[in-house]
């Protein structure tokens, strides 16, 4: 079930397939065999036989209505420090070089306190992606005393 706050839907059912229409922008196309109802309160409910497909349709759904996916990286350590230059990401990492990652297109970066990177994008396979390459890097879950490096927000490490 899915909660669609103040968002306006609406179903368009063709030959071989309906879509769904979010907010007069957003199209999607399923087969006829899905089954939609539409609660008095604003939830809908997705009926499927095909688990995989249901809950990609419902994540598709969520996404749309949720806006992009973000995740944010904080940077711990005494001189550590990461900068935004033009569609780079240049951290400092105690390493006798600089290393610089390039931001893929779809992927929008904004640094807070030169300690943390904040991550948004549709896609959350990229984003995932772009992520744990620049975590491991410098990962803190590598340094157990100090705890130094680079982490997810969820993530709880414990030191020794």
Known sequence: MIDL??????LRKFTHSQQIIINNSF???I????????????????N???KALKGTLISNIKQIINGPYQQKLILDGVGYKVEHINDTIKC???????VIFSIPTNIEINIINN???LAKSDSLQDLTGFLHKILQTKPAYKDKYKNKGFKLVKTNLELK
């Open 27 to 29: 199209i999607i196309t």
């Open 31 to 46: 087969p006829l065999d899905v089954i939609f109802f539409m609660h008095p309160n604003n939830i809908l409910e997705v």
């Open 48 to 50: 499927y036989h095909n």
């Open 5 to 10: 706050k103040s968002n306006s839907l609406s």
């Open 92 to 98: 400092i990492l105690g390493f006798s070089h600089p």
């Open 115 to 117: 300690k943390e990177i």
